[in-house]
């Protein structure tokens, strides 16, 4: 079974902090993404990889960076937490253009 | 400009009854079309592929549909069951590359109520 995992899933950090999201993925995928989820919002692309140290921006990549210096590990950075970063973040990989696992998500509180 | 949409009310049925979800989208011309399933608070989960070819799909009691003149899919489940409550998510990939870089609907609550 294919599993993600993400750091934590919750996460209160304070306006200001850099913030570090991990996930890791065990299934050797190429492609791995972050997302954040907001009520009536969706889902939304913030990044994405195709291969080590490779990346691409989403729909929303303001105020996030990533690193991906080994397959399994995509990394989600705020540079500066901002309130407005509150939300739920999920990471995802795949293989194919078939199906993406999703990691539980990261609730993360920006006080 | 480009959307998908599915229905934001929460769509209540009794247990048995078979439950029919709708996502509709505009300007887009995908090769496929994926439903998820989203428990509260988790991340959501892969149900069912639907491919542009393809006018049905079934997978146990679900069933998809893809109908690319109307530009909608439907998911249906039958003989529903308090265990399928949950949020139902259906995405595409708007330029087909195969990196799957998905657009989400924002989905639709089903609750199914014994």
């Known amino acids: 079974d294919v599993k993600v995992t993400q750091s934590s899933r919750y996460l209160v950090k304070r306006t200001g902090e850099k913030v570090f999201l991990e996930c890791v993925q065990d299934?050797?995928?190429?492609?791995m993404f972050w997302y954040r989820q907001d009520p009536g919002l969706g889902l939304r692309l913030i990044y994405f990889?195709?291969?080590?140290?490779?990346?691409e921006k989403g729909d929303i990549p303001e105020g996030y960076s990533v690193s991906r210096e080994k397959k399994e590990r995509f990394s989600l950075i705020l540079e500066s937490a901002s309130t407005n970063q509150t939300s739920m973040y999920l990471c995802?990989?795949?293989?194919?253009?078939?199906?993406?696992?999703f990691g539980p998500g990261t609730r993360l509180t920006v006080l | 400009s480009q959307k998908i949409e599915q229905n934001s009310e929460a769509l209540n049925i009794q247990e048995g009854k078979t439950a029919t979800l709708t996502c509709n989208y505009t300007?887009?011309?995908?090769?496929?079309l994926q439903w998820y399933r989203q428990d509260p608070g988790r991340g959501p989960v892969f149900l069912l592929l639907i491919r542009e070819n393809e006018k049905e799909k079934r997978k146990e009691r679900l069933k998809v549909t893809f109908d690319t003149t109307l530009k909608q899919s439907l998911f249906h489940i039958t003989a529903s069951q308090p265990a399928d409550s949950a949020t139902y998510l259906c995405a595409l990939d708007p330029l087909n590359t195969g990196f799957q870089k998905l657009v989400f609907g924002t989905g639709t609550r089903l609750l199914v109520s014994p």
């Open positions: 990889s195709y291969d080590v140290k490779m990346k």
């Open positions: 995802a990989s795949t293989i194919e253009a078939d199906t993406q696992y």
């Open positions: 299934m050797d995928h190429e492609n």
């Open positions: 300007n887009y011309s995908p090769a496929y």
